[in-house]
């Protein structure tokens, strides 16, 4: 029972990247998503969020017009699109399935991923 996150890389400043995070050993399309990422020296960071069949979703006041949280009509995996990305978007980016909630993104976590590394140069 795993998420996998994937598609990380390097950019340049102003670039695009899109993440994807899949779940092996149970059934994403129970579960609401979310992305969330840490940068070192700092604390976990919630991005964006996607309930249940995405009807609804989170964004972080710092990626809000820029990053694109969804989900596959399959509901087998999760994407972030990430646009015009700045040097202060670089993390290492998590995905989570748990619990929904409009104020915190997810209120509870049950599954993590790995992580993949974004790294924006200026």
């Known amino acids: 029972v795993q998420l996998q996150a994937s598609g990380g890389g390097s950019v340049q400043a102003g670039g695009s990247l899109r993440l994807s995070c899949a779940a092996s050993g149970f059934d994403l399309g129970y579960y609401s998503v979310g992305w969330f990422r840490q940068a070192p020296g700092n604390e976990r960071e919630a991005v964006a969020c996607?309930?249940?069949?995405?009807?609804?979703?989170y964004y972080g006041d710092s990626v809000k017009g820029r990053f694109t949280i969804s989900r596959d009509s399959a509901e087998i995996r999760v994407h972030l699109q990430m646009d015009s990305l700045k040097p202060e978007d670089e993390a290492v980016y998590y995905c989570a399935a748990g619990l929904f909630s409009d104020q915190s993104c997810l209120s509870e976590s049950y599954y993590w991923g790995q992580g993949t590394l974004v790294t924006v140069s200026s």
């Open positions: 996607i309930s249940l069949r995405g009807t609804s979703v």
